[in-house]
């Protein structure tokens, strides 16, 4: 009877142990998975296979360098860009070493141009050059900015510049530039690394083509230049189905109305602030880390005072305005009517030209920085696509 009971109670046991393994199974089963789709925190909704785009100077006659990161040892790494979505407007640029991908940065400096680096986890920096046949290494660095955007050039030993592409395998190209959120010369610092720019992939913009290039003379440590750009303002508006403009306007906490403009500070437009215009003050404009379905677009004020950006239809009709879903780097921003139905975000210059307002995200992490206190998911500006 002794051995009866004691097998009868490993067999409750056992059947205990398989019962909470299944309750463990099924929780683990209905909990989120990263894999899915999640409305709620603007998940990319499509994905497809990372896409290695390679990194090359190219020559005047056509001829490409290749590009690579070199550690202190002078171990060479590959440079990609990496598209991860089915978007290839706006892609990130990696070192691949030892298997991790690595940011690549510019690099906070006191001289002309700004060197550029990949940065790794503990810290460290590999340089970023461009392998002639010969197997000369050239500099490449970052040698104009104007406004966000930072003119990427490989340079050789008698000073000429040659540019920077990513190639898809196939055969797309993009340029590569240099990206600033913010205004000042420092844009963050990354593991101890003070970083002036990101550097990304991105679609070529006819307007960059025509940038001047200045005289030494006319650069000063800061990298400013001396221009008679004069300032352009391009409004902001959502675009029915039926082809109408709709203003989009800031309010406040009281329901005060405020303007909402891209502004084009420098000799480029494919990658514009967004902000709004209150009492003498620029703020800026964020996509917002939200739980809510999509993720609402506000303005920041001083100690974190939140501006709701909405569209106005002609009855006075306020409309939200959100971004709606992600494809990698892009979130898609969109004016939501009283039936559910999206419209366009888009920016107009005086003389018609016409960009695109997307949320641009720098980090693949769910909060991109915090700004007065209030968690930013993207940042919003009006980009060439």
Known sequence: MKNSNHSFNRSISYNLFILGFLFLLAACNNSPSKDKTSKTETEEIVKVNHIYWNVKAILPDGKSLDVKAFDKEEKSFDIKAIQNSDQDSFIDVKAIADGEELPVKLLLNDEQFAPVAAISNEGNTYDIKAITAEGEKLDIKGIRRFGNIVIMKAITKKGKYIGLQAISPDGKQNDIKGIKVNRGEREMTLKGVAVHAHLKAMHPAANEAEFKMFKKSEINKKRKYKTDFERVIWNIKAVTADGKNLDVKAFDPEGNTF???????????????????????????????????????????????????????????????????????????????????????????????????????????????????????????????
């Open 259 to 385: 303007d909402v403009k891209a502004t084009q500070d420098s000799e480029q437009h494919s990658f514009m602030n967004i902000k709004a215009f209150v009492e003498g003050y620029e703020l800026p404009v964020k996509i917002m880390q939200s739980s809510d379905e999509y993720a609402p677009v506000k303005a920041i004020g001083k100690k974190g005072t939140v501006y709701e950006i909405k569209a106005v239809t002609e009855d006075n009709v306020k409309l939200d305005i959100k971004g709606i879903s992600r494809s990698g780097n892009i979130v898609n921003v969109k004016a939501i009517n009283e039936n559910g139905e999206f419209y366009g975000v888009k920016a107009f210059a005086p003389d018609g030209k016409l960009n695109q307002v997307k949320g641009i995200k720098i980090f693949d992490r769910e909060v991109e920085m915090k700004v007065q206190g209030q968690p930013v998911y993207a940042h919003l500006k009006a980009i060439n696509q």
